[in-house]
């Protein structure tokens, strides 16, 4: 995939989380974490690499923040199956 399909997939993930109209912090972190990669534009390496990094770190007070990751890692390892 290219840069621009990881923007594809976080803006289309951004836009799910919208759609749930939610409010609470996890959703709100979410909507944070694919800011980040919508704004940057990352290569395929790159996006994956902060996932998995955000996934090893051992500070138990990012456990939601990994959680979303892992989420966001799921989902683009499914849409790479897909062939999307």
């Not at 289309?12 to 980040?36: G, H, M, P, T, V």
Request: glycine fraction near 2%.
């Amino acid at each position: 995939m290219s840069r621009s399909k990881v923007k594809e997939l976080c803006q289309r993930l951004k836009d799910e989380a919208i759609a749930r109209q939610d409010a609470s912090a996890e959703n709100n972190l979410r909507l944070r974490i694919l800011d980040y990669f919508i704004t940057r534009d990352v290569s395929d390496d790159v996006f994956e690499e902060v996932l998995k990094a955000q996934l090893n770190d051992p500070d138990p007070a990012k456990e939601q923040s990994k959680v979303i990751c892992a989420e966001i890692l799921e989902a683009w390892r499914t849409s790479h199956d897909e062939g999307l």
